[in-house]
């Protein structure tokens, strides 16, 4: 939700649409629809509507029908349906949240009352955005965190594996960095840490790239579409751009400045449990990497 909320009105009458409008335009963007054809039709128009208030008794398809239709679509599952109408009976009322709606208001309605409700659902759809999103974020960086790393990693294994195309990943650790800490202290290492995470960021172009913080000091970036040699180009921009910040480390043993060793590894699409055996590979690769001196990329 950016800037004033969407509400979509539907009500095969009219006069109806204008009295709710009227109540509610001041606080947000009003839309409305006639029918239940012309209602799934904007409902699924982006920017999808956060709220929709719906008739239930209309020609041709009527609320209960429209919004069970909107509860079993992915794109507006998670819209907030409030039925408005004149049947008020419990029973009514009853079928009404069967169907998937948040709330019932009965005609002739209250504008106060009206309001009050739309705005209680709002924030309630916005905190429940809010905490999904605080699900998968890590707090340091601002990246994707391990639990979204982890639902990606199998998504796209499963994608590519349909599609017979490439998935690589690369999983970078960082250097001595228990040794920085040590030395310069952990809100200093903390620091270090979110300037990887913003030099990853300028790194990788493609937006279907996930990056994420994995561990402590430990990232990965799952590149879809991307084959071996692709991936290595990438690691090899990666760990020389993070050699490029020139960040001081007086204590690491690679070199003066703070590195990454790095793993890369590519997905064999026809193989069972090729998640697993893509993160074991990669970790394997940045072992080597870091057996061989660390600052490097294996592929
Ligand atoms: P190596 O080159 O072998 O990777 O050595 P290392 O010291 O980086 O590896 P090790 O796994 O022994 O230590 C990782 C250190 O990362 C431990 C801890 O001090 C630091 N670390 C982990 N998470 C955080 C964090 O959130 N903030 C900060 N500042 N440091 C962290
Ligand atoms: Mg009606
Ligand atoms: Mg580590
Ligand atoms: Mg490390």
Sequence with gaps: MIGQ???LIVDDEPANVEVLAGSLEELY???FALSGQEALARARLSPLPDLILLDVLMPEMDGFAICRL????RRTVDIPVIFVTALANPDEEARGFDCGAVDFISKPFNSVVVRARVRNHLEIKRNRELLQRLAITDGLTGLANR???????????NRQRRRRGDLSLVLIDVDFFKQYNDHYGHPAGDMVLRSLADALVATLQRPADLIARIGGEEFACLLPETEMEGAMAVAERIRSSVEALAMPHACSQASSCVTVSIGVAHVDSGEPDAGHALYKLADAQLYKAKKRGRNQVVG
Excluded: C, G, M, N
């Design 147 to 157: 639990r979204h790393f982890e639902d990606a990693l199998s998504h796209e294994v």
């Design 29 to 31: 963007e009003v839309q």
């Design 5 to 7: 909320p969407t509400i």
């Design 70 to 73: 909107l509860k079993v679509d």
